[in-house]
């Protein structure tokens, strides 16, 4: 299993051949989940997600490539065409 930096998002419940409406929608629950936490319930909301998808994925080769292209440019580069899909 690789790294996978393009949109790769699926609804079972809702499909669409669109992918960035499954984006979209988990990126307004991801809001939605943080809407009147404080900074630190925020903060802890992230790292128990990021665990809990780190045990999903759980290949060791992709969570270190996965955290080499948070910390790197690479990722950077994908950020952009993804927000330009939302406005």
């Not at 409406?21 to 319930?41: I, N, P, R, T, W």
């Not at 997600?49 to 955290?67: C, D, E, P, Y």
Request: glycine content about 4%.
């Amino acid at each position: 299993m690789e790294l996978i930096l393009e949109p790769h998002f699926v609804d079972d419940q809702q499909p669409s051949p669109y992918g960035y409406m499954a984006s979209d929608a988990f990126y307004a629950e991801l809001l939605d989940a943080h809407e009147g936490l404080s900074v630190e319930q925020s903060a802890l909301l992230d790292a128990k997600l990021i665990l809990l998808l780190a045990n999903h994925i759980g290949k060791l080769s992709v969570l270190r490539t996965a955290l080499r292209a948070a910390r790197s440019e690479q990722i950077a580069a994908t950020t952009p065409q993804m927000e330009s899909r939302s406005a």
